[in-house]
């Protein structure tokens, strides 16, 4: 798995604030470029999941906001409301991409480890037979 290369994105419903708005079809552009897994989200209309994991985020128009939250088990669960679209859009890429990245300091890559799975084998079996005292007879 490779790690996402994040580009902050602050964004606020006031115009003239030096940040760039963005509106959903924008967001799942962002999203793909920061290599989030499109089964992840669910936005109606612009970016829909068919068949997708057992809990996805959703991001949706209602009557009077833009609502982001959490789809598990067909149960929708509202994390929080907007008034625009660039605050839910906003909300919803800073929680995707924060829950790819690695933290610091982090164990190594799956995809090393994997690479690396004879070696680790090896002084696993290393490790146990050192430790491993006379047998127990009762």
Same mark, same amino acid.
């Given at each position: 798995m490779r790690w996402p290369r994040t580009r902050?994105?602050?964004v606020t *419903? &006031? $115009?003239g604030d030096g940040t760039d708005p963005m509106d959903s079809a924008e967001l799942v552009e962002?999203?793909?470029e920061a290599d989030v897994p499109d089964a992840f989200y669910d936005i109606p209309g612009v970016h829909e999941v068919s068949a @997708?994991?057992? %809990?996805q985020y959703f991001l949706r128009r209602e009557a009077d906001a833009w609502t982001v939250g959490v789809r598990q088990? *067909? /149960?929708d669960s509202v994390v929080r409301r907007f008034s625009t679209e %660039?605050?839910?859009? $906003?909300?919803?890429?800073?929680?995707l991409v924060r829950s790819l990245a690695r933290p610091p300091g982090a164990a190594q890559?799956?995809?090393?480890?994997? $690479?690396?799975?004879? /070696?680790i084998q090896r002084q696993a079996w290393a490790?146990?037979?050192?430790? &491993? @005292?006379? %047998?127990?007879d009762g």
């Open positions: 902050p994105v602050r *419903s &006031e $115009a962002r999203l793909r @997708g994991p057992d %809990a088990r *067909s /149960q %660039a605050g839910a859009c $906003a909300h919803l890429y800073d929680t890559p799956l995809d090393e480890l994997l $690479a690396d799975t004879e /070696q490790d146990f037979r050192r430790h &491993e @005292g006379p %047998a127990d």
